[in-house]
């Protein structure tokens, strides 16, 4: 059974561009969540996603945006992008609502924004 | 609101030592969920054991072992006889039940070396 894809590896961009990120979640899974990992603030949650509905939502501004579509890939979006904006992202999935749930996670897009 | 707080940022052990990494968690609800995850130099998190508030048996998996103890808020993590392998940041995480299914909130993790 593959585990959770995230497209690209690494990516490298400038300030104000803006950048998608991609995550195929296991076969199966309805649920995706999106974190954003760096050395001073940790894992901190962007957003849930569950049968192509947004479910929860973090304290992250408008520039970070989500969708899910029918085959439960995700994407999330940063537009405008910001020095800070360099991190780790990690998508993960599970059966049903990620609150509960064990939680499979991705390897990441590293993000950095020059 | 919920917290996990990890105090311990770096641990660093000789192979086959005992090794306790700290969770202590802060939450209003009564029913909630807490975890351990695993994440190796490869960047993926690994689930490692799920626990809800109403089960406070201790759990232990070949050299894991888990001390949950409500009274003191803190689920401890043990790895008894350490390995090479077990190098990897550690994080606790907690989630809420009685507000909304409320996101995972993740200690900022616990940075485990183990030395040959």
């Known amino acids: 059974k593959a585990g959770v894809t995230q497209t690209p590896r690494y990516l490298i961009k400038t300030r104000g561009q803006q950048v998608t990120l991609s995550c195929s979640p296991i076969s199966g899974h309805r649920s995706v969540s999106w974190y954003q990992q760096t050395p001073g603030q940790g894992l901190q949650f962007l957003f849930e996603?569950?049968?192509?509905?947004?479910?929860n939502k973090g304290n992250f501004p408008g520039r970070f945006s989500g969708r899910q579509f029918s085959n439960s890939r995700s994407e999330m979006n940063v537009s405008t992008l910001e020095l800070g904006d360099s991190a780790l992202y990690l998508c993960?999935?599970?059966?049903?609502?990620?609150?509960?749930?064990?939680?499979?996670f991705g390897s990441g897009t590293q993000l950095s924004v020059l | 609101a919920q917290k996990v707080t990890q105090a311990q940022t770096e641990i660093s052990v000789v192979e086959k030592e005992d090794v306790t990494l700290d969770c202590v968690y802060e939450t209003r609800d009564t029913t909630y969920y807490l975890f351990w995850y695993k994440q190796p130099p490869s960047g993926e998190l690994v689930f490692l054991i799920r626990r809800n508030s109403f089960d406070e048996q201790n759990e232990i998996s070949g050299r894991y072992s888990w001390n949950f103890q409500k009274s003191t808020s803190s689920f401890n993590f043990t790895i008894t006889a350490s390995q090479v392998v077990d190098s990897a940041v550690y994080f606790c995480?907690?989630?809420?039940?009685?507000?909304?299914?409320?996101?995972?909130?993740f200690g900022k993790g616990t940075r485990l070396s183990v030395i040959a």
């Open positions: 993960a999935s599970s059966r049903d609502t990620a609150s509960n749930e064990k939680l499979f």
């Open positions: 996603y569950f049968s192509e509905t947004q479910r």
């Open positions: 995480a907690l989630s809420e039940k009685n507000s909304g299914n409320t996101p995972l909130v």
